[in-house]
T-cell receptor
Framework: GAGVSQTPSNKVTEKGKYVELRCDPISGHTALYWYRQSLGQGPEFLIYFQGTGAADDSGLPNDRFFAVRPEGSVSTLKIQRTERGDSAVYLCASSPQTGNTQYFGPGTRLTVL | RKEVEQDPGPFNVPEGATVAFNCTYSNSASQSFFWYRQDCRKEPKLLMS???SGNEDGRFTAQLNRASQYISLLIRDSKLSDSATYLCVVMNNAGNMLTFGGGTRLMVKP
């Protein structure tokens, strides 16, 4: 079946701009996760949704980062006033329920110039 | 100290070799452990879960030592296609967060 999809695959933006990154989880998966992976490092947790609500946003680095999942399926990660340090691969994962295996999407490579 | 630590490598081995990776974790209360594989510019994919009794999947064997907070992955009869980064992963007890090590890079040469 279809896996997790993410769009765009690549995004280049200028410092100070606003960006939105989209994640389509595997159909029927109630849990959705966002991670960020910088070059040469492992992914780092950002936020977790169970259904429509952000159940744990402890990994968001600051208030420029925000994510939504209004209908309990597609999620959007929003970054305001982007900085060069935000450049990374943003990975989305989903699982049937919390605690199950997490399946990752291909990621969005964000470059802030 | 990082929550999950791995030797970054790279480990350069010939085809057919046996190679072992180690990982340590800091939270003694952790209950769930995994190895993920990540190819260059691709997403992480689950390789195998790690159980207290140790588990094997073909050429791959994972071991957990709770007393030492240590996880290992053994790959026997290495193939060229095993070349990748291997990520040691710990799940929090709530089941909603994976903490990744920095990864160990393996390069299998002909």
């Amino acid at each position: 079946g279809a896996g997790v999809s993410q769009t765009p695959s690549n995004k280049v933006t200028e410092k100070g701009k606003y960006v939105e990154l989209r994640c389509d989880p595997i159909s029927g998966h109630t849990a959705l996760y966002w991670y960020r992976q910088s070059l040469g490092q492992g992914p780092e947790f950002l936020i977790y949704f169970q259904g429509t609500g952000a159940a744990d946003d402890s990994g968001l680095p600051n208030d420029r980062f925000f994510a939504v999942r209004p209908e309990g399926s597609v999620s959007t990660l929003k970054i305001q006033r982007t900085e060069r340090g935000d450049s990374a691969v943003y990975l989305c994962a989903s699982s049937p329920q919390t605690g199950n295996t997490q399946y990752f999407g291909p990621g969005t490579r964000l470059t802030v110039l | 100290r990082k929550e999950v630590e791995q030797d970054p490598g790279p480990f350069n081995v010939p085809e057919g070799a046996t190679v072992a990776f180690n990982c340590t974790y800091s939270n003694s209360a952790s209950q769930s452990f995994f190895w993920y594989r990540q190819d260059c510019r691709k997403e992480p994919k689950l390789l195998m879960s790690v159980y207290s009794s140790g588990n094997e999947d073909g050429r791959f064997t994972a071991q957990l030592n709770r007393a030492s907070q240590y996880i290992s992955l053994l790959i026997r009869d290495s193939k060229l296609s095993d070349s990748a980064t291997y990520l040691c992963v710990v799940m929090n007890n709530a089941g909603n967060m994976l903490t990744f090590g920095g990864g160990t890079r393996l390069m299998v040469k002909p």
